[in-house]
């Protein structure tokens, strides 16, 4: 399996989509866990870096910096 490319303030979209309806979520902060916070409501997930890389689907937009 391929290892993903994502680093903080990316954009990144998840196999599943969000219950209030957006699919797009942005890298808040990383280390052992990785939160994650909803681009439609604000709301923020912390879930740990292994899951996080099986459930994202891809990077939408990557920061520069």
Known sequence: MEEKEFALNDVVEMKKQHPCGTNRWK????GMDIRIKCEGCGHSVM?????????????????EG
Not at 27 to 30: C, E, K, N, S, T
Not at 54 to 61: A, F, Q, S
């Open 27 to 30: 890298i808040i902060r990383m």
């Open 47 to 63: 879930i740990p870096r292994r899951e996080f890389s099986r459930k994202m689907k891809k990077v939408l937009v990557k920061h």
